[in-house]
């Protein structure tokens, strides 16, 4: 249950921070996003479903890409 939380939450606001005018707030959107990878994955896991394991961890990579933009590789 509290796996099902943390994926709605993180990924709404994700979603959210993602499409915002402001670059201030769309840099929090791949900090966020990550955050529910780990949630994911246990869900994933534990219900047996391997290719939404595997998605999980593509998006882990494209939120990891993000943050390197935003915040590791920033001018």
């Known amino acids: 249950m509290i796996d099902q939380i943390v994926i709605a939450a ?4 994700s979603l959210w921070l993602s499409q915002s005018p402001a670059v ?3 840099r929090w959107a791949p900090i966020i996003g990550i955050a529910a990878q780990p949630a994911w994955l246990y869900a994933s896991i534990t219900a047996q479903q391997w290719g939404i394991a595997a998605l999980s961890l593509v998006y882990a990579a494209g939120w990891a890409r993000g943050i390197r933009t935003y915040w590791i590789a920033r001018t």
């Open 24 to 26: 201030n707030a769309r």
């Open 10 to 13: 993180c990924g709404v606001s």
